[in-house]
């Protein structure tokens, strides 16, 4: 079988939602492998806390280059600590820059209750408008949910798992098993 003929990993939507001093990550439980569900029960939501400081960080892609952009999210946060935005920046760096990162297929959503952020492998740390941001094959359902609730007396949870519900009723490749961390600003 050619690589371009592997019908590749799918499976994964996750949701940030800063409201009301609150942030939430929510993340489906669905991993895909072409038109099989491989699992349901994923859990793609992570709580990290290095040297005390405390972040949640939501990943779509492949899993093992999601845990390799956690370890190395954790050892910039050691090295900055308390400092989500410049950690994150200094992740992109390498990881646009640094041949073997280069390779990694990852995005990732994180937060310390202060700063929402998502970070690419095209080097980018991006701050969302509306206070939601979305990743994921079925991440553009549950961003456009959000942002649809956002002006509502919603709190954040509701808002997170309300958009993840939408998403998975429209994305195929998204279920209702759901891992929800939230941290406070």
Known sequence: MADNDFPGWHGTTIIGVKKGGQVVIAGDGQVSLGQTVIKGTARKVRRLSPGGFEVVAGFAGSTADAFTLLERLESKLEATPGQLARASVELAK????????????????????????????????????????????????????????????????????????????????????????????
């Open 94 to 185: 390498d990881w646009r820059t640094d041949k073997y990162l280069q390779k990694l297929e990852a995005m990732l959503i994180v937060t310390d209750g202060k700063d929402l952020l998502v970070i690419t492998g095209a080097g980018d740390v991006l701050e969302p408008e509306h206070n939601v941001a979305a990743i994921g094959s079925g991440g553009n359902f549950a961003l456009a949910a959000a942002r649809a609730m956002m002006d509502g007396d919603k709190e954040a949870e509701q808002v997170a798992r309300e958009a993840m519900a939408i998403a998975a009723d429209i994305c195929v490749y998204t279920n209702g098993n759901l891992t929800v961390e939230s941290i406070s600003g």
